[in-house]
């Protein structure tokens, strides 16, 4: 995939449209929010790329000292939110004596930044944009909110696999639902319980036995 802000005026309200099936809290069809996953942290300072299905590229939007990370404190299970400033600092919700990062991951964040947290997720783990302007990545994101119960991932070689053959690669991870969009590249996951890093070792496992595999951004030398 090549990084890039691209035409996004209407395509948003699309792939809203697309995902509303997929994600109990889905996005609006106004283009407020799109739900997508990490991709990386882009070249450009203080920005991150998200897979968005609908869209040919990832999106690219900035996450400033005013963005809200909303998610799960792991330790306790209650709602958790959070300024990006206050990414390393202690839970906020339940007074733990690990960092918000860690919490909303599950394990320790080496340097408790909002970068970290983000690679530190399961990978595909379903990230809500919420942009500070409707439709308008550019704009920077007001909130990013962490559901561990929804994936989506970037994939390849699951062409002409059937519901039931999907489902069937999802299922020992507690997938209860599981499509492909975007001309099979990329798959979308409905689970029954948190998404962790031992499942989505798991998941990998099981796109490799099937002759697919997770795409990646291309790392330089």
Excluded: H
Excluded at 1 to 12: D, E, P, Q, T, W
Excluded at 48 to 60: C, D, F, I
Excluded at 117 to 123: E, F, H, I
Aim: net charge positive.
């Amino acid at each position: 995939m090549k990084s890039g802000i691209f035409n996004l005026a209407g395509v948003l309200a699309v792939a809203a449209t697309a995902l509303s099936l997929s994600f109990s809290s889905p996005a609006r069809a106004d283009g407020a929010t799109v739900t997508g996953s990490f991709w990386q942290i882009s070249k450009e300072a203080g920005k991150v790329e998200l897979v968005v299905p609908g869209q040919a590229a990832p999106v690219v939007s900035a996450i400033t000292d005013t963005t809200v990370i909303s998610g799960t404190c792991l330790d306790c299970m209650l709602p958790l939110e959070f300024k990006t400033t206050q990414t390393g600092k202690n839970c906020a919700v339940c007074g733990c004596s690990v960092s918000n990062a860690a919490c909303i991951v599950g394990k320790p964040v080496k340097d408790g930044t909002w970068q970290s947290m983000l690679k530190a997720l399961p990978k595909g783990v379903a990230l809500t944009a919420t942009f500070v302007e409707a439709g308008k990545p550019e704009s920077g994101i007001k909130k990013l909110s962490v559901n561990l119960r929804s994936i989506v991932l970037a994939v390849s070689g699951l062409d002409g696999q059937s519901a039931d053959q999907l489902l069937g690669l999802v299922k020992g991870i507690g997938g209860t639902k599981a499509e492909l969009v975007d001309a099979g590249k990329v798959l979308v996951v409905t689970l029954k319980a948190d998404y962790t890093a031992d499942k989505a070792t798991k998941l990998e496992k099981a796109l490799i036995d099937a002759n697919s595999k997770i795409n990646a951004p291309v790392v330089a030398n």
